[in-house]
């Protein structure tokens, strides 16, 4: 086992779980970053069902419950809107980008005046993959919860092959791996529920299997997954498709290759790059993503390599114990960084989904 200094990330532990606990709306809502003014205000299904999670299983399982309730107030509030963009799917009128359902709310369940790279599918796949793990892992009922999974399942079946923006909201044009896996990951989560009535589990079941079949057909090069459908470049996020997701089994050629194609092209000391010509402040390493790749790398057996991972990301906290989105050393374009600062201000910190991903993969390597 590495060294790890316990005392030191056992304090920057803490101060994850009282970051998320201190900083959660009343009504449930995750703020991304409470300071960030790009993200002041708002709550992304994508990061809160990740921070759900990890709240799920580092003993704070009401705070998860509570964002999930979250969750199902503003989608059934949407009902209109989805049924809508589910009628027009099906009669080959599909609604514009922009007005499908938005990556991030409000923490009233609104959808906020600012523009942004709104269309994303990842995280409705994500919320439900993370909202039956949530319940599982805690004997929870969900009957309260059924017409938010069923509005879900409606769209998501209704439009899981539509190009979106990915999770860094770029690339539109693009199917991405890593949303797809997500999307998934939720209907093979809802289909196998019990909860759905006939109709819909055999919908979302077919689905499911569609996308596999998509994956393994045009999201593998060389024999691993690649960012994109007919690509050949690697995101950081697929990592996240063997764990926490599990949606690519741990023990396959398939998920040991894209581990290793990750850690080869973009891990640098334990700091983990979203992709090669990352120039979004400069384009640093993320700590989060340092902890999904140690997910992956614990799920496939390498447990020491997934100790030195968490050991970085930890060591990325501030001195009063906040974690940023990036760090801004080892930099891909450091000649970018001053145009974002100067329109948005210093990094996100702190960013409520990197203290998540920390006490997620701290689950892991310490209770295996």
């Given at each position: 086992?590495?060294?790890?200094?316990?005392?030191?990330?056992?304090?920057v532990l803490a101060a994850s779980r009282d970051t998320i606990s201190r900083l959660q709306d009343a009504n449930?809502?995750?703020?991304?970053?409470?300071?960030?003014?790009?993200?002041?205000?708002?709550?992304?299904?994508?990061?809160?069902?990740?921070?759900?999670d990890a709240a799920s299983v580092a003993g704070l399982p009401d705070s998860a419950s509570a964002f999930f309730d979250w969750c199902a107030a503003t989608l059934t509030s949407r009902a209109a809107a989805v049924t809508d963009i589910v009628a027009r799917a099906k009669t080959s009128t599909p609604v514009d980008d922009l007005h499908m359902l938005p990556a991030r709310f409000t923490f009233d369940g609104g959808v906020g005046?600012?523009?942004?790279?709104?269309?994303?599918l990842d995280g409705y796949g994500t919320y439900l993959w993370a909202l039956f793990a949530h319940a599982a892992r805690h004997d929870l009922p969900l009957e309260g919860?059924?017409?938010?999974?069923?509005?879900?399942?409606?769209?998501?079946?209704?439009?899981?092959?539509?190009?979106?923006?990915?999770?860094?909201?770029?690339?539109?044009?693009?199917?991405?791996?890593?949303?797809?896996?997500?999307?998934?990951?939720?209907?093979?989560?809802?289909?196998?529920?019990?909860?759905?009535d006939p109709e819909r589990e055999a919908a979302a079941t077919l689905a499911a299997a569609q996308i596999r079949d998509l994956i393994e057909r045009e999201g593998v090069v060389d024999?691993?997954?690649?960012?994109?459908l007919g690509g050949t470049s690697v995101d950081a996020s697929l990592s996240a498709l063997v764990s926490p997701l599990g949606y690519i089994p741990a023990?396959?050629?398939?998920?040991?290759?894209?581990?290793t194609a990750v850690e080869s092209e973009l891990a640098r000391d334990h700091g983990v790059y979203r992709y090669l010509g990352d120039t979004f402040y400069g384009g640093g390493r993320w700590p989060l993503l340092s902890c999904f790749l140690g997910l992956a790398m614990h799920?496939?057996?390498?447990?020491?390599?997934?100790?030195?991972?968490?050991?970085?990301a930890a060591r990325t906290a501030t001195a009063t114990l906040d974690m940023p989105e990036q760090v801004s050393d080892q930099l891909l374009a450091p000649e970018r960084i001053q145009e974002w600062e100067d329109k948005w201000g210093a990094v996100a910190t702190p960013l409520l989904w990197s203290h998540a991903m920390l006490l997620r993969l701290n689950a892991e390597v310490t209770h295996p």
């Open positions: 086992m590495p060294h790890v200094d316990r005392a030191a990330a056992e304090r449930g809502a995750y703020p991304a970053s409470p300071t960030f003014s790009a993200y002041r205000g708002y709550c992304w299904f994508r990061d809160g069902s990740f921070i759900a005046v600012d523009d942004w790279w709104d269309f994303q919860h059924l017409a938010a999974i069923q509005l879900t399942v409606d769209y998501l079946v209704s439009s899981w092959d539509r190009p979106c923006y990915d999770w860094w909201e770029e690339s539109s044009g693009h199917r991405h791996v890593s949303t797809l896996g997500c999307v998934g990951a939720g209907l093979e989560a809802a289909a196998a529920s019990a909860l759905l024999g691993h997954l690649v960012k994109w023990q396959t050629d398939l998920a040991r290759a894209t581990v799920a496939t057996g390498r447990e020491d390599d997934a100790a030195e991972y968490l050991a970085w």
